[in-house]
């Protein structure tokens, strides 16, 4: 298990540089049921390695001029107050309760991208900013972040197209810059709950950065809409497997 968990740590990073999100969902089954960490434990380590990860990767899309700094960090400012809430109540809450809602908030996130995959593949033109409908809807992406330790990436992107207008290249690098917002808002919240195995988080920070430099690195080349699909029926299998556990 400890080789599978070292090896998804890439594809968590992979994930984050290519498409902007979706590498977070899977951090904390990795770190639970791969590298045996408590499902509390879990969550705030995901945090830690969202927030290092996702800062790496937002840098090649910052220097080629893919992150709308403006909408992002006002995304970014609504979701953090969520997230330091959401990261002091997930403390609170039983891990068994927490682990199933992650499977669920998984199976969300594995349909989205379905969904995405599917839609309009070029690149839409950037319209006018819904500035309302942004700052609502990072209060609720902080929340989740904060209370599951996702990053959130897979409702980011859709939102920061519909509701912030911006093009596709610009949404997956503009929601690097929340994820990473949000994490460390989680991170703090729940840090005076919950011990963090240093080395693990580290290993798996490590092997996600390296992921993520290569995911931005060859974003460009490989379609978006066909890694979406695939990963994106990977983490509703993901999801199946740790409801069923949980079940049993």
């Known amino acids: 298990m400890l080789v599978l968990g070292l090896v998804l740590s890439l594809v968590i990073g992979l994930s984050l540089g290519l498409l902007g999100g979706g590498g977070s969902i899977v951090t904390v089954p990795v770190l639970h049921y791969a590298l045996g960490l408590g499902v509390h434990e879990a969550i705030a380590g995901s945090l830690i390695v969202v927030a290092m990860t996702?800062?790496?990767?937002?840098?090649?899309?910052?220097?080629?001029?893919?992150?709308?700094?403006?909408?992002?960090?006002?995304?970014?400012?609504?979701?953090?107050?969520?997230?330091?809430?959401?990261?002091?109540?997930?403390?609170?809450?039983?891990?068994?309760?927490?682990?199933?809602?992650?499977?669920?908030?998984?199976?969300?996130?594995?349909?989205?991208?379905?969904?995405?995959?599917?839609?309009?593949?070029?690149?839409p033109v950037c319209g006018h900013v819904?500035?309302?409908r942004v700052l609502g809807v990072g209060l609720g992406v902080g929340l989740v972040t904060g209370v599951l330790g996702a990053g959130g990436g897979f409702v980011i992107v859709p939102a920061l197209t519909l509701f912030g207008g911006l093009a596709m290249c610009d949404a997956i690098g503009t929601s690097l810059l929340v994820i990473a917002m949000n994490a460390v808002a989680g991170v703090a919240g729940g840090a005076l709950h919950t011990h963090v195995d240093t080395k693990t988080v580290v290993a798996v920070t490590a092997l996600a950065v390296l992921g993520s430099l290569a995911g931005a690195r060859v974003g460009r080349r490989v379609p978006a809409h066909h890694l979406q699909r695939v990963f994106g029926g990977f983490v509703i299998a993901v999801a199946a497997a740790i409801l069923l556990g949980e079940c049993a």
């Open 54 to 123: 996702s800062s790496v990767a937002l840098i090649p899309h910052a220097r080629a001029g893919r992150v709308q700094w403006r909408t992002g960090l006002a995304f970014g400012a609504a979701s953090m107050a969520s997230a330091f809430a959401g990261g002091r109540l997930g403390a609170l809450i039983p891990g068994t309760v927490l682990i199933s809602a992650f499977a669920l908030a998984m199976v969300a996130a594995g349909v989205a991208m379905l969904l995405r995959s599917r839609g309009p593949r070029g690149s």
């Open 130 to 132: 819904r500035l309302p």
